[in-house]
């Protein structure tokens, strides 16, 4: 039971960043019908921030507000350069634009960084436990769990109080009307990717205090995990999108304690597997936004 | 024009034949000199064009975007490394391999057909799992399960030790890692192989219907094609082509581990499919080609010194060039260099004799007898009721109106017919055949086939083709019925001139009188006709009268029409049956309809 309990929390700890990257994902699904794989690309960008800062002497307080930044830039940017001219084209356009700009992301960074992974130092709290009772809590779980709330309360107040929040939902139901309503589109698929920009932020900001290390690759595994919680929660729903990362949080830890030894290293197979079987079986998500073709 | 052999078997194979000799001709010239690297370089070249020529028969001709491709090129590969290494060599590295597979001993030819075997097999599964998913154009679910596919592969090949030696060092084939394939024989033959497959599979019957559904996924269902037979066969050829290229990198690498078959060469087979342009076989080679240049002048490159291009000459300049490749041609270019142009198009041209349109025959198509019944149909959805009960019957003598205000339930009575949407309650029979519950191409093989209000043609098809794929279907599906030819419908539409034109091209009435004949061609027993005046001026309506008229006279069909405009229902209606909130409110003449108080208080909203 003990044992449960903290790999839930385990899990939540792990989910929470998952929901804020698939987040940022479904937002700008919703503006775009583009399913974005370069989202892994802000978190790279982030992770050699945080490599150099560290170099010029700054430490967490100064880096973790630089990361959001320059995340937000980073997605401005390749909005601006890329998906900007594939707005409205095929899907398969754009998924393959999306793969383009990570790869071409990554390769600039071998080429003008190195391919090598370089190491930065870890905040030294994220390895404490708080002892409860039986009950040992790691608190940089809890830490992302608070984290999580907080962004995500934030994010739920800007969507459903603010004008830029009202546009970018009406854009993400019907993109057409809502221009015919008078919504300026460039301004809400900028501040769509603006707002997922600062959601891969604070993502960023917990995923480099726990690996420590920048490379050209470093936003692939992020990237898959929001990817894969977005489309858990059926790609165009924002709490969707939540509940499909803390899912996928969950899954992975209980996996990871229930699977034998020596399968371990196989936990992201697995995983990637179910989400290919409840596609196969509910190609609509989880949780469904049933978007009926109109004829 | 049915069977037209010059266009689809005598000038492909022309045309895949100049390619192979163009490509070899190249290839000998470039390695006279005897250099090994580019002898080198010209046989991973040709050896990858053959494994995206094997994408280009799935991604070109279905549109279905995979990414695991290069995940069934894994399995291939590590198949035929593991059947084809020699037993002493296998003592030595797999040891506890399970099966009893270290003792193994097969010739290379019969480890690529084992290779081959089992990809297919799993293939057969994969496809089973994609059609479940509903796979189509650009389809998430498609991009998710063929991802999943690379990983799992990827994971088990590097955790499964006893099997593959896992991910450091891999298999090899002899211990300094040399090339083993000796001489280029088996590369040309498969070569030429893969290059005629992937030609002759778009011309035929399995390759035309994906191209419709490429093109219109749902159209192409109302129209009676089903795009999961034919994405499966384009599948299982497709990777059998991967396969046998993977087989032979392997071979001709002499060794494989697990990052030989991952996103590296993901991105690489696909940079060079899509550049090229992924619809057109003669495209896959450029872009083979050109990445092929690309990568080994931007390779040489990188390690030159040139004062003041040290910013750009250094490595990763040509991973920089691959994904600025895939990038630039999606944004300035997403169709590639050749479109879905082929060599042998060119050809054709130059061979066929001068056309002339079919002299108009006489009707000859009995009349069908048939009755088509919709009998109380409720749908709601959430909370609305868009239809209430609503009935309707037509036989094939006559031409059925159908109309109401915006929101009347119209449309949604024909997708109940049609099988787009499902009904809650009630039944279509057709002739007291039950309709209900069919899936969309069950009914249109029935002998309903239907326009949309919005039309959607198979834009990137020729006038021709659009009708010719549909014809395609109801030859096999409707052999009851006598089929007008494909030319004949094309003249009866008033499209001769524009038969070649990309269907994307045509101005709106001429798109409207195409998909007319496309829903013609089906051979159906009705007509069911969504707006076909929409968007029309006065005259282009009345013209449209005959045109429908001619039509379903042409294949003996009965007709259901929704229109708005009054001029053309009662110009073309023997009754009228009007909806309003999901009810049907009257049945009549048009006449009758035109005086009758309920109708009149639905249109102009008085009420008495």
Redesign the interface.
Known sequence: MIELIQQIIDGLGRGGIYALLALGIAVIFGVMHLINFAHGELITVSAYTSYWLFASGFNWWFIAPAIIVVAVLTAVIIEFVAFRWVRGAPDFTMLMTSFGVHFLVQALFVMYVSANFRQFPRPGWIFDTWRIGDLSLEVFDLAVIAATLVTLLGTYWLLQRTMFGVSLRAAAEDFDTARLMGIRSNRVIRGAFILSGVLAGVAAIFWLMRSGQAGPTAGLNPMLKGVLAALIGGLGSLSGAVLGGITLGLVEVLLISRLPGGTAGLTDGIVFLLIALLFVFRPQGLITVRRVERV | MQTDPLRRAIAPTLGSAFLFLLLLGGSLLYTANGDASSNSLVTQMLINAVVVLGLQIYIGNT?V?SFGHIGFGAIAGYTFAICAISPERKLRQIPNAPFGLAEIDLTPLQSGMVALTLTIIVAFVIGL?LS???AR?????A???T???L??V???A??WIDLTRGGKTGLSFSPLGNATLQGKLPIYLILIGAIALARLFKETRAGRLAQAAREDD?AARVMGIDPAVQQMIALLLSVAVVSAGSALRVFELGSINPRLFFFDYT?LT?TML?VGGRNSVAGTLVGVLIITAGSELTRNLSGMDVPGMNWLL????T??F???A??GF??LR?AGLLGDWEVDHWLYRRLRRAESPPAPSPVTTARSTSVLQAAKVTVH?GGYQALDNASLEATAGEVVGLIGPNGAGK?TLL?VITG??RSDSGRIELDGTVLTGLSPHGIARSGLART??NF?LFSALSVRENIGVVHLMATRFRQSRSLPPVDTLVTQAGLWEHRDRRAAELDYGSARRLELARAAAAGPDFLLL?EPTSGMSDHESINMIDQVRSMAELIGAGVVVIDHDLNFITGICDRVYVLDQGRVIAVGTPAEISVNPAVQAAYLGTTD
């Open positions: 549109g975007l799992a479940r998913s509903g154009s650009g389809a998430v679910a991009v998710v399960i991802l999943a596919l990983f799992v990827h994971e088990v590097r955790n749902l991105l696909l899509i250094r490595d990763g300049l991973d920089i691959l994904g600025g895939m990038l999606m944004i997403p959805f449309t997708n787009l949407v949309f209000q959607r969504d």
